[in-house]
């Protein structure tokens, strides 16, 4: 794969046929879900996780040919469960992004509404599936509104408690809702993660930013035919590429209104 070949990774989030409203947006059916997977075989597409997409940018480490990362953020309860045994079936690695105070029984340290999640000490169940786990904070917030100490909790804590369960090192993240900043950003390389996964809705490459890598968000709105352009690198934008002058003023915006209101959820 060439240094500027286009990469999807693909953002989820539940799989679900009824998910609560604040998720319904950013939820697939299991139907679209298989018939997605079926668009990305169809496409030539080889799975990997994150970790050998960020070893490739890090230092070169070789890719398959066409290679797509399917990524899972705050850890629906579909996870461990059909989501995982869909993947498995077809050969899938993926990455889970575990919001770990939306997975304790209490569920009382995280900002994300009210879902059925799955629990914590079902981490090492996605390992077995077959996927790569890494933090997606405690709380859920907005991560580029919050002071330092704040950001360092929210990274270090989550990390600390999967790396608890796990047994081992986790050293990938996800922004909740992509929010970030070169402050967050540099905050995320100091507690010892060695990627960070933004969102962006734009197609990855062999050029991207290991600590901003683009995702593309599936949406209920989204279709096999989507998925299909996505796997052809067409219909998006490819990173890396600086950040418009409209998320630049929607992240002052929102830092203002936190100073206001405190740490708000990030969706």
């Known amino acids: 794969m060439s240094a500027g070949g286009r990469i999807p990774v693909l953002l989820y989030h539940a799989v679900m046929d009824d998910p609560p409203g604040w998720i319904a947006e950013f939820t697939v059916t299991p139907a679209a879900f ?9 496409g030539g597409r080889t799975a990997v996780p994150v970790g050998a997409l960020v070893a490739h940018l890090a230092g070169g480490e070789p890719l398959p040919d066409r290679p797509v ?3 899972f953020d705050d850890g629906f309860a579909d996870l461990p469960g059909p989501t995982a045994e869909a993947l498995a079936g077809r050969s899938m690695p993926a990455t889970a992004y575990l919001t770990t105070g939306a997975l304790t029984r209490s569920g009382g340290g995280s900002l994300l509404p009210p879902a059925p ?3 914590l ?7 077995r599936y077959g996927m ?3 933090g997606h904070t405690v709380t ?16 270090v804590d989550s990390k600390a408690a999967l790396e608890d369960v796990l047994g081992h090192a986790v050293t990938h993240l996800a ?3 992509g929010y970030n900043s070169a402050r967050v950003r540099r905050a995320a390389r100091a507690a010892g993660y060695e990627s960070a996964a933004a969102v962006r809705h ?11 890598i683009a995702r593309l968000i599936l949406r209920r709105s989204h279709t096999a035919r989507d998925v299909e352009r996505w796997m052809a690198g067409e219909g998006v934008r490819v990173a890396p590429f600086p950040d418009s002058p409209q998320t630049v003023g929607w992240r002052w915006y929102r830092r203002a209104r936190a100073t206001v209101r405190g740490p708000e959820f990030a969706g």
């Open 69 to 71: 990362v399917l990524t």
């Open 202 to 212: 734009a197609l990855s490459s062999g050029r991207d930013e290991p600590y901003r």
């Open 175 to 177: 922004y909740p809702h």
């Open 121 to 127: 000490e079902q981490a090492p169940l996605l390992q």
């Open 34 to 42: 298989a018939a997605q997977l079926d668009a990305i075989e169809a």
């Open 140 to 155: 859920h917030a907005q991560l580029d509104t919050l002071p330092a100490a704040a950001l360092r909790s929210e990274l």
């Open 117 to 119: 999640m799955m629990r």
């Open 132 to 134: 790569e786990v890494g």
